[in-house]
């Protein structure tokens, strides 16, 4: 092996522990990302019952007056609505990756 080929192979071994690490930290990102949601939410206690319908999120919730929907929507949130017990909010493509990690929490 020449000096270039070996300068090569280091490149792509120093990109490629780069861009692990940046993965990693993403998920970290995002289940700190999911817990927020869940106190904003008023704390898995105040969670009834969730469930997905495409980009929506709706949760059934114990109390709707502690949530804080500002804090909702500054983590992403495109929209919510409110009836009754029950928000629907609009996460795009994370809404079933939010109710799988409150299944899980429950």
């Known amino acids: 092996m020449d000096i270039q080929t070996i300068q090569y192979i280091a490149i792509f071994i120093i990109v490629l522990i780069i861009l692990l690490a940046v993965l990693k930290a993403g998920k970290k990102d995002a289940h700190l990302e999911l817990n927020k949601l869940v106190d904003y939410l008023g704390g898995k206690e105040n969670i009834i019952n969730t469930e997905t319908n495409m ?52």
Request: overall charge positive; proline content about 0%; charged content about 35%.
């Open 55 to 106: 980009s929506r999120f709706i949760v059934t919730l114990k109390d709707v007056s502690i949530v804080n929907k500002e804090g909702i929507q500054k983590l992403g949130a495109k929209g919510i609505v409110e009836i009754d017990n029950q928000l629907k909010i609009i996460l795009g493509e994370n809404s079933k990756q939010l109710k799988k990690y409150i299944d899980e929490l429950k």
